[in-house]
């Protein structure tokens, strides 16, 4: 049972008399505990909606299109409350913020409910069977956070003593037709090297129902505390890791015609190796995960310094960005000077100073290491950032700080780019929307 908040207006519920402040019961028989029962009961098109009003139950039939929305809106997305993480990872990064930062940014989800509905990784560790039975039969495909498939190193990391046995669901979800995309936090020492051939080997052999593996290696800031003693991937390290992953890309190309694992751009620009070409990367399927991210972008860079046309008028702009990414952005920087004479584009590399400097990515920039590190400096017209530094949808960065107040300490107006070529050439040329 839950309390319908609003009811779009000429929606199949609302046509049918449905209203804000009734509490839903059922859908065609079927108890409504969240979203996905929703979802899932409210797709025929004969719904038979159970519902009380000031404590009287009355029933409605609808009639309406396959999968069209009833209409009915809750007071929260899931109808309920986000289900929390019970691990402890040695690697988790929320445990290595600093305190006094918002609310929210402390939460550790692990709902396989936002798996489904917004790719947000699982780890599977706080579901029950019947959970699991559910993703089979409403034939969900999600998104698992495996880390290992040796089930004693796996509790190890995860500080879940049921982390082990509950990989019995993967393969239970994967046998049953479910899609997975897998994700690999690779530590140093814990479960890369002899560990990782393991972890690949057991997940290969679930394909095609294993569709991607992401392999990233493990941040670790300064604030590691009392926490389990963990480093970062020398050099060395990344190559041999990425030597691993290649050879199980090899080993599924031939078997499955598809390559199925990818190391994060992260574990190449450590290692010092050229980013694969495009077609390396297939469809990009752990693009979110900061796999193929870097190459997409140089690709549509190129593709967009062949056709973009510029009228000439000087202009000078700058870019900020992470360690990691300042080889390959100030290489896109230059090449676009050279296509257009009278473009001057300074790209600044930010050290990170809030989290530890082994942190090098550019969504993990704070505005108060921004403001600092660029006082003084000469930003020419407008300042370029990515979009990955402020919160979705927002003018924020981690530390709370404002694109606004940015702009206001650095006198220079501040633009933020996504992670697409085209919009990033288009932003060093000044082109508005």
């Known amino acids: 049972m839950v309390k319908i908040s609003s009811v779009t207006k000429g929606s199949p ?12 019961i059922s859908l065609n028989g079927h108890s409504v505990k969240d979203v996905l029962d929703y979802m899932y009961y409210a797709a025929e098109t004969t719904v038979r909606i159970e519902y009380e009003r000031e404590g009287v139950r009355d029933t409605v039939v609808v009639e309406k299109d396959e999968y069209d929305d009833l209409g009915l809106e809750f007071e929260t997305f899931l109808m309920d409350n986000k289900q929390s993480c019970s691990n402890k990872c040695v690697f988790c990064f929320i445990d290595q913020m600093p305190p006094g930062m918002r609310e929210t940014l402390y939460f550790k989800d692990d ?19 019947s959970d699991i039975d559910r993703i089979i039969q409403m034939k969900l495909n999600i998104n698992v956070s495996v ?7 796996r509790v190890k990391m995860m500080h879940n003593r049921f982390a082990g046995e509950k990989l019995k669901y993967i393969y239970q979800l994967a046998e049953n037709g479910i899609k ?78 598809t390559r199925t694992v990818f190391p994060s751009d992260e ?10 070409p495009a077609e390396a990367y297939e469809d990009y399927p752990q693009y979110e995960n900061g796999v193929g991210m870097l190459r997409s972008l140089i690709d549509e860079f190129e593709q967009a310094l062949e056709l973009a046309e510029w009228d000439g008028t000087p202009r000078h702009v700058s870019m900020a960005t992470g ?3 300042y080889d390959t952005i100030n290489s ?24 530890g400097e082994t942190i090098t990515v550019s969504g993990l920039i704070t505005g ?34 404002t694109i606004t107040d940015a702009e206001e300490a650095l006198g220079v107006k501040v633009r933020t780019t996504d992670r697409d070529g085209f919009e990033l050439l288009d932003a060093i040329l000044g082109v508005e929307y």
């Not at 896109?332 to 989290?355: H, M, Q, T, W």
């Not at 403001?371 to 407008?382: H, P, T, Y």
């Open 368 to 401: 108060q290491d921004l403001i600092a590190q660029l006082r003084g400096k000469e930003l020419g017209s407008e300042l370029l950032i990515s979009s990955a530094m402020v919160r979705r949808d927002s003018e924020v960065f981690l530390d709370d700080l």
């Open 332 to 355: 896109l920087a230059k090449s676009a000077e050279a296509r257009f004479p009278g473009l001057e584009c300074d790209v600044y590399r930010i050290r990170n100073d809030f989290f």
């Open 180 to 257: 997975l995309n897998c994700q690999i936090v690779c530590c140093p020492g814990l479960n890369d090297g002899d560990e990782l051939r393991r972890s690949l080997r057991d997940l290969g052999s679930l394909m095609p129902n294993i569709t991607s593996m992401a392999v990233v290696p493990v941040g670790v800031t300064k604030y590691r505390q009392g926490l389990y003693p963990l480093t970062t991937f020398t050099k060395e390290g990344a190559a041999e890791t990425v030597d691993i992953i290649e050879s199980f890309q090899r080993e599924f190309l031939e078997k499955y015609g």
């Open 147 to 153: 880390h290992t498939t040796n089930p004693e190193l």
């Open 111 to 129: 709902d396989a409910r936002l798996s489904f509905l917004q790719g947000n990784y699982v780890t599977l560790t706080n579901m029950s069977q």
């Open 13 to 24: 519920a609302y046509r049918y008399g449905i209203r804000e402040g009734d509490v839903l």
């Open 323 to 325: 360690y990691l990414a």
């Open 267 to 276: 574990l190449y620009l450590t290692a010092g190796r050229e980013l694969p």
